[in-house]
Each structure stands twice: as structure tokens, then as C-alpha cells.
């Protein structure tokens, strides 16, 4: 009789084969991650007061306290949050954060311009009929 083994192949190529699947699980997911983990840690290690920082949430504010569990993040003038240290994204450099002197394009800087002309002028406007009318009571109160 003639008999038909199945799988009668070699273990040690299945071996070689679970082990470069798990290499390379490690070194494109888990490894990755990990270091992604460390320097969010090393972040929120090196937090401090007066830092400006950006909640995963998306709300920024200026660190006021802090302790081991908590940060105190002051969002708006008076205005200070309890937030748990995990929900820091990131610390905002001054050059992340815009300067709210920067110059404006020229076509909204020559738009405001104009609209300020023209309130200079509706100004001097009233102001003329202003001068008139109290000219015309005189006149009036003259005769």
C-alpha cells in the first residue's frame, strides 16, 4: 500500500518564516511607536511654567502649574484649565506661533486703507454740516 503523508516538509522553514514576520511587525509598527511614546514622554517631562502649549484637543494656553498628574493651562485672560499631563500634544515654539504684527497682504492693507479714507471723510463731512448748522442757529437767532 501506498501512503500519502501531508505535510511532511521541513518545520524549520515555517520557523524562519513566524520569526521574519515578527522582525518585521517589531521593526514597522511597535519600534516606531515606541520612539514616538519615549519623546512624548521626554516632553512632558520637560514641561515647565510659562510654556504655551498645544492640548490634543486643539485649545493652546500658557502653562500655570503643574504637578505630577496635572497641568494648569491658562487658555484666556483669568481663564485657567485642570488638564491631565496626556492630553499635552505638543509645546509650541515662539516661531510655531504667528506674530500677530506680521504685515498684511497689500490688497487687504490697501482695502482698509480706503475704508478708513472714507470714514475720514464721512468725519469731516459731519463735521462741516456740524459747523453749518450752528452757523444757520446764529443767523437765525440774530434776527
Given at each position: 500500500m501506498n501512503q500519502i503523508i501531508?505535510?511532511?516538509g521541513n518545520g524549520g522553514f515555517m520557523l524562519i518564516y513566524i520569526i521574519a514576520l515578527a522582525a518585521?511587525?517589531?521593526f514597522l509598527m511597535i519600534r516606531p511607536q515606541k520612539k514616538h511614546q519615549d519623546?512624548?514622554?521626554q516632553?512632558?517631562?520637560a514641561l515647565k511654567i510659562d510654556d504655551r502649549i498645544l492640548t490634543v484637543g486643539g485649545i493652546t494656553g500658557y502653562v500655570r502649574d503643574l504637578n505630577d498628574t496635572y497641568i494648569y493651562v491658562e487658555i484666556a485672560d483669568g481663564l485657567v484649565i485642570e488638564l491631565n499631563r496626556q492630553y499635552v500634544a505638543t509645546v509650541l515654539q515662539e516661531d510655531d506661533v504667528e506674530d500677530e504684527t506680521d504685515e498684511l497682504p497689500e490688497e487687504d492693507a490697501e482695502e482698509i486703507e480706503s475704508v478708513e479714507q472714507n470714514e475720514a471723510a464721512e468725519e469731516a463731512e459731519e463735521a462741516t454740516e456740524a459747523v453749518e448748522?450752528?452757523?444757520e442757529k446764529k443767523v437765525e437767532e440774530k434776527n
Open positions: 501531508i505535510g511532511s518585521l511587525l517589531y519623546k512624548h514622554k516632553m512632558l517631562n448748522d450752528a452757523e
